[in-house]
C-alpha cells in the first residue's frame, strides 16, 4: 500500500456565498493537489462536511472529483458511521472502481466498548472489495480505539490496512508504531504531530493544512520518510502558526478561510458551522501574505 505513503489532502466541499457546493472551485482545488505534490486526496471525510451534503450532492462532489483527478492520484472515499448494518449496505452499494481505498471513522455518539468497535470493523472489512483505513478521532466520536483493539483488527482482518491516528496522545501513537504488523500504515490524523509520527516510523498524514499548503507540507512530510529530520522540522516551524489558525475556530472554517486567501474557493460552511470570524481571516491573510 505504499501508494498511502506521504500526504493525503482531506478535500473540503466548497459552498458559494448562497451555500450551494461550487463544483467549479472543487475541480481547481483537486488540480491545486496535483500540482503541488499532494500524494493522494481523500473524498467525503470530515473536512467536506458529508453531514450537511444531500445524498444527490454527495454522488456528484465524488464523481466531480473523479473526474478531475483522472486518475493521476490515488483516491480514497470516507464511508463510515454508527449503525455497522447501514455502513456495510453504504459499502456494498457505493461503486468504488475509482477509489483505491475505504477511510471509516470509529463508531460515533454510541459509545460502544472496544469489542463493539472490533466487531463494526470486522464486519465491515468482511464485505469491503477494498482496502480499509480505520480512523480514530476520539474528539468526535466520543471513544477511543485503543492500540490494543487496533492491532487486533490489523491482525485479523487483512485488507485493514491502516489507521488514521488522531487521539491527540503521542503514547498511545508510539505504542502503534512499536507494535504494528510489517506494512500496517500509521498515518497521523493531527497535521501539528504528523512529523513526529512520520520520523518515528509513520508512513504519512492525512491533513487538513496540506491541501492549503501543498507544496510545503508534502515536502516535510518526504523528507521525513527519507529520515531529513532537520530539513523537515525547518519546514514545520515554518508552518505551524498556519496549522493553528486553521482549527483555531474549528474545521473545515479556518482552512476555508485559508483556501479563500489562495482564490481557490469561498471560505462559506454550511449550519451548524459558520465561517471564521472577521479576527481569524485577518490572522490568516497575514499569514499567507508574509509565507
Known sequence: MTQFYGTGAALVTPFKVDKSVDYEALVRLVN???DNGIDYLVVMGTTGEPATLTNDEKQKVIKTVVEANNGQLPLVIGIGGNNTQAVVNEVQETDLAAFDAILSVSPYY????QEGIYQHFKAIASISSKPIIIYNVPSRTGVSMTPE?????ASDCSNIIGVKEASGDMDQAFRLLQNKPEGFLVLSGDDMVAL???LMGGAGVISVIGQGIPGDFSKMIKLALEGKSKEASRLHFKLMNSIYYIFEEGN???IKALLKKRSICESSVRLPLVE???ELQEKISNFIDNY
Open 110 to 113: 454510541n459509545k460502544p466498548t
Open 252 to 254: 473545515p472554517a479556518g
Open 32 to 34: 491545486f493537489q496535483i
Open 149 to 153: 483493539t487496533i492491532l487486533r483488527l
Open 276 to 278: 471564521a470570524s472577521s
Open 196 to 198: 513526529p509520527m512520520v
